[in-house]
């Protein structure tokens, strides 16, 4: 039995190893996971420290922040430029009424998301739509009168 006595020892000795490196493994990818929250944390900080940055001295940079203002007022500067056109090819081929109303959606909002925007303008065509329709009812009405 010595034999028996002598595999059944090695093979729990296998399995307290293997147990003890599983519990590294996973704690190693634990660690690792909490790191990679810790960097998204330092890249939203960042971010925020950016726009703080540009809020207060945007338009008078001081140093090596005077390329990055410069960049983000550019940017923004195309942004609108690029707004207007949009606005101007929507009144060429569609109507006033829905264009002035994503018009404000971008000026009012600011800092608006491609889904609210297209949420902001499905609102606006649908109420676009019932007042044609209300406007359609009221003429049948009065040419049937």
Known sequence: MGFFDNLKEKATDLAQAGVAQSKRVAEIAKL???????????????VEIGKLYYAEKGL???????????K?????AAI???????AELKVDSGNPEVVAEAQAVI????EIT??????DMKEAVEDFVDDVKEEV?????????
């Not at 491609?114 to 949420?119: E, G, H, W």
């Open 80 to 86: 609108e430029a690029n707004n207007d056109r949009i």
């Open 32 to 46: 690792k996971a909490a790191n990679l929250g810790e960097e998204d944390n330092i890249k939203k900080a960042y």
């Open 60 to 70: 008078s940079p001081e140093g090596a922040y005077a390329a990055a203002c410069e």
């Open 107 to 110: 000026v009012d909002d600011g």
């Open 137 to 145: 009812k009221e003429i049948i009405e009065e040419t049937k009168d």
């Open 114 to 119: 491609v889904d609210d925007f297209a949420d």
């Open 72 to 76: 983000i007022t550019a940017a923004k």
